[in-house]
T-cell receptor, first 114, second 112 residues
Framework: AQSVTQLGSHVSVSEGALVLLRCNYS??????LFWYVQYPNQGLQLLLK??????LVKGINGFEAEFKKSETSFHLTKPSAHMSDAAEYFC????????????FGTGTKLQVIP | KAGVTQTPRYLIKTRGQQVTLSCSPI?????VSWYQQTPGQGLQFLFE???????NKGNFPGRFSGRQFSNSRSEMNVSTLELGDSALYLC???????????FGDGTRLSIL
């Protein structure tokens, strides 16, 4: 079975500071990994995806994530936080070519302090 | 390209009633998944359909059911509504089960 663990249900950063949201995965085969963002009263929006190509993946809104097999991690980063980044972020994993559902983490709420 | 459309956006029901929510996926997407999201439980997986077949099911009671039509549109039904069913219900579609999911804005269901 596959799973993801997001460390920290709430993260606070100052505007302009580095954003680091942690995600560790568990999978018996090389996985596909995703980060999503959810703004209030909206659905989830795909930020970026890793599908076994480049290990450093760049997404929308200046976010990027690095796949580290040795650490089974896929942390999301952004060099400089903006007020508009305040939202909830979800990490997710799927099994390539499989029929297992995409599995989501429990989410991390990001607060940006002016 | 139109996104995932969920109707209605808001719904108010009373306990004991039943409700049907609708989801129109992105054109060409054959996989549709449903999620329940609440402040207390977070994002919980309900079920997933691919080419009209239910492929995966979450841990919800039998009051929650769904189906997918030949045009990939999907509906979910909740019977005998309970106060605890108040939630945001999200639908997501994808090309296949392992691909990124595209979400609708959800249906906000309130039970009085």
């Amino acid at each position: 079975a596959q799973s993801v663990t997001q460390l920290g249900s709430h993260v606070s950063v100052s505007e302009g500071a580095l954003v680091l949201l942690r995600c560790n995965y568990s999978s018996s085969v090389p996985p596909y990994l995703f980060w999503y963002v959810q703004y209030p009263n909206q659905g989830l929006q795909l930020l970026l995806k890793y599908t076994s190509a480049a290990t450093l993946v760049k997404g929308i809104n200046g976010f990027e994530a690095e796949f580290k097999k040795s650490e089974t991690s896929f942390h999301l980063t952004k060099p400089s936080a903006h007020m508009s980044d305040a939202a909830e972020y979800f990490c997710a994993v799927s099994r390539p070519g499989g029929y297992q559902k995409v599995t989501f983490g429990t989410g991390t709420k990001l607060q940006v302090i002016p | 390209k139109a996104g995932v459309t969920q109707t209605p956006r808001y719904l108010i029901k009373t306990r004991g009633q039943q409700v049907t929510l609708s989801c129109s996926p992105i054109s060409g997407h054959r996989s549709v998944s449903w999620y329940q999201q609440t402040p207390g439980q977070g994002l919980q997986f309900l079920f997933e359909y691919f080419s009209e077949t239910q492929r995966n099911k979450g841990n919800f009671p039998g009051r929650f059911s769904g189906r997918q039509f030949s045009n990939s549109r999907s509906e979910m039904n909740v019977s005998t509504l309970e106060l605890g069913d108040s939630a945001l219900y999200l639908c997501a579609s994808s090309l296949s089960l392992d691909q990124p999911q595209h979400f609708g804005d959800g249906t906000r269901l309130s039970i009085l």
